[in-house]
Structure formats: C-alpha cells, structure tokens
C-alpha cells in the first residue's frame, strides 16, 4: 500500500484548501482513511476520518465545520476540505490507512502512511 498526499501551499487566514491523497495497493475500499497532522514542536493529531463507504466520518473538534473529508473509491482517492483556515491549522498532513472496519483517531491504529504535505497559515 502506497500513499500520496498532495495540495499543501500557501494560503490566508480565513481561506480554503484542498488536500488529496492518492491510495495505490490493495483494495481501496476496505480501508478505514484519516488525515493526522504535525506542527514544529507538537505531536502528530488526529484530523479526521472517514468509513470504508464514506458514510461515517469523525473530525477532530478544532476542525469541525470547517473541515470536510470526503472520497472517492473509483479513483482511489481520499480528500481533505479545509475552509476557514486559521494559522492554527498550518502543519504537515498526512493521510494513512486502516485496515480496520471502524474509524479510530489514534494514529497508532493505522498501518500505513504517506508523505505529508506542508500547510503554511499566514495571518
């Protein structure tokens, strides 16, 4: 299994961005997907994640209603909504695979990871 994220940048507060993460490997539906992300200094935390189907999703409360994870099982893709960016919110994301059948937010659970993207937040 193969992970790449992908449409980190620039971007002002109160702006959007979207992230993706392109999945190569094994059956992509059977994984459970999340976003984590990594601040300087900071331990990796949970962002959100999404169900096999798409139909359960779990946020992290700092990102709730700004933030919308979402995918696409015919191209293998899992996506990261990002609205009302706050500086708060810059870090490197990362997208990771569960070969789970439940959504969990701790990053431990996942078994395989991608690269991260770096998001810059300026004020």
């Known amino acids: 299994v193969q992970l790449q994220a992908s449409g980190g940048g620039l971007v002002q507060a109160g702006g959007s961005l979207g992230l993706s993460c392109a999945y190569s490997?094994?059956?992509?539906?059977?994984?459970?997907m999340g976003w984590f992300r990594q601040a300087p200094g900071k331990e990796r935390e949970f962002v959100a994640a999404?169900?096999?189907?798409?139909?359960?999703?779990h946020y992290a409360d700092s990102v709730k209603g700004r933030f919308t994870i979402s995918r696409g099982n015919a191209r293998n893709t899992v996506y990261l909504q990002m609205n009302m960016l706050k500086p708060d919110d810059a870090a490197v994301y990362y997208c990771a695979a569960r070969r789970k059948r439940y959504i969990s937010w701790l990053a431990n659970y996942y078994n395989y990871w991608g690269e991260g993207t770096q998001v810059t937040v300026s004020s």
């Open positions: 490997g094994r059956t992509f539906s059977n994984y459970v």
């Open positions: 999404i169900g096999w189907s798409g139909d359960m999703t």
